[in-house]
């Protein structure tokens, strides 16, 4: 009876080579699935200029509409020399626009 132990040698070269693909296989499909659950945890945030903006929008929806009618008769009456104005009324109002800009 011959026993052929070359071949033996080789089948167990086989399947030590096998197992490492598995192994190297399953590390990459690991690696692959990491990597799709990182990419599907997106964030988003809003730097402070875009929320500022956001308050400016609202601030101009809430805004008065123009009264097209206090405009015209103002126009009519500055033409007409009618329009009196007065100075420390004019100083208080630019002074408090001023102090609310900032």
């Given at each position: ?17 096998q ?24 964030s ?18 809430d ?40």
């Open positions: 009876m011959v026993i052929n132990i070359n071949s033996l040698n080789t089948n167990n070269q086989v399947k030590h080579t197992q490492q693909q598995v192994k190297q296989q399953s590390a990459q499909t690991a690696s692959n699935s990491a990597q799709v659950k990182s990419a599907g945890q997106d988003v945030s809003i730097t402070p200029q875009a929320k500022q903006l956001n308050e400016l929008q609202k601030k101009a929806a805004a008065p509409v123009i009264n097209q009618k206090k405009i015209d008769e103002l126009k009519k009456a500055i033409s007409a020399g009618d329009y009196k104005i007065n100075p420390e009324k004019l100083a208080a109002n630019i002074a408090n626009f001023e102090f609310n800009l900032i």
